[in-house]
C-alpha cells in the first residue's frame, strides 16, 4: 500500500509560478508517477507522466510549461509549473501505478487568477 500526499497548491496570478509536491509513503523507485487534474463536471485529465526509468511525456496544453520530475531517493515527485493561465485552474491529483496497483493522493487545489 502506497498514501500518496499533494501539497503546493495555491492561488497565482496569470504568468506565475507554483511548484506541486507529492510525497510517498512507501517506496516509488518501480512506479510510474503521473499528475492528473480536474475541473468540476469534467473527466479527470493526464497532465505529465513520469516512469519508472524516467520518461516523460506531457499532455500538449502544458508542453514547455510544466515539468514533471522524481526524486526516488526521497520517494518524491514533483511537477514545476510556470506561465500559468487560468485555464489551468483544477485539482491536481498525484498518481502511481505498477502493473495492478493503483494509488491516488488527496488532490491540492491550483488556482489561477486572469
Known amino acids: 500500500q502506497v498514501q500518496l500526499v499533494e501539497s503546493g497548491g495555491g492561488l497565482v496570478q496569470a504568468g506565475g509560478s507554483l511548484r506541486l509536491s507529492c510525497a510517498a509513503s512507501?517506496?516509488?523507485?518501480?512506479?510510474?508517477m503521473s499528475w492528473y487534474r480536474q475541473v468540476p463536471e469534467k473527466a479527470r485529465e493526464l497532465v505529465a507522466r513520469?516512469?519508472?526509468?524516467?520518461?516523460?511525456n506531457y499532455a500538449d496544453s502544458v508542453k514547455g510549461r510544466f515539468t514533471i520530475s522524481r526524486n526516488n531517493a526521497e520517494n518524491t515527485m514533483y511537477l514545476q509549473m510556470n506561465s500559468l493561465k487560468p485555464e489551468d485552474t483544477a485539482v491536481y491529483y498525484c498518481?502511481?501505478?505498477?502493473?495492478?496497483?493503483?494509488?491516488w493522493g488527496q488532490g491540492t487545489q491550483v488556482t489561477v487568477s486572469s
Open positions: 498518481r502511481a501505478e505498477r502493473s495492478w496497483n493503483n494509488y
Open positions: 513520469i516512469s519508472s526509468g524516467g520518461t516523460t
Open positions: 512507501g517506496v516509488i523507485s518501480t512506479y510510474h
